[in-house]
């Protein structure tokens, strides 16, 4: 089943703008930290932004001062909005969600949305 459903990605070009968006409400867990990862061809995926559940943001170096992460908690949806895109930009971009209770922890992936960057 489903639990991350993922929306925005696209094509677009170098200097534009995406959102995605990240729906999570059907976990039933407790969810902690939400954030975006990507992943180029050949390359491995990487942190592009996480939020805490007390707001706490952490980004790549590589999107700081272009990319803005946000949730909000009562949908349990997580977004990124990504400004001046670059062509090494382009990768799969895929949601992540942690979940804890009183006895496990949980790490959620989305399915992933494509991103590409034309020059």
């Known amino acids: 089943q489903v639990q991350l459903v993922e929306s925005g990605g696209g094509l677009v070009q170098a200097g534009g703008s995406l959102r995605l968006s990240c729906d999570a409400s059907?976990?039933?867990?407790?969810?902690?930290?939400m954030g975006w990862y990507r992943q180029a061809p050949g390359k491995q995926r990487e942190l592009v932004a996480d939020?805490?559940?007390?707001?706490?943001?952490n980004y790549a170096d590589s999107v700081k001062g272009r990319f803005t992460i946000s949730r909000d908690n009562a949908k349990n949806t997580v977004y990124l909005q990504m400004n001046s895109l670059k062509p090494e930009d382009t990768a799969v971009y895929y949601c992540?969600?942690?979940?804890?209770?009183?006895?496990?922890?949980?790490?959620?992936w989305g399915q992933g949305t494509q991103v590409t960057v034309s020059s």
């Open positions: 939020i805490s559940s007390g707001g706490n943001i």
């Open positions: 059907r976990i039933i867990f407790s969810i902690n930290a």
């Open positions: 992540n969600a942690r979940a804890t209770t009183k006895i496990a922890e949980y790490n959620y």
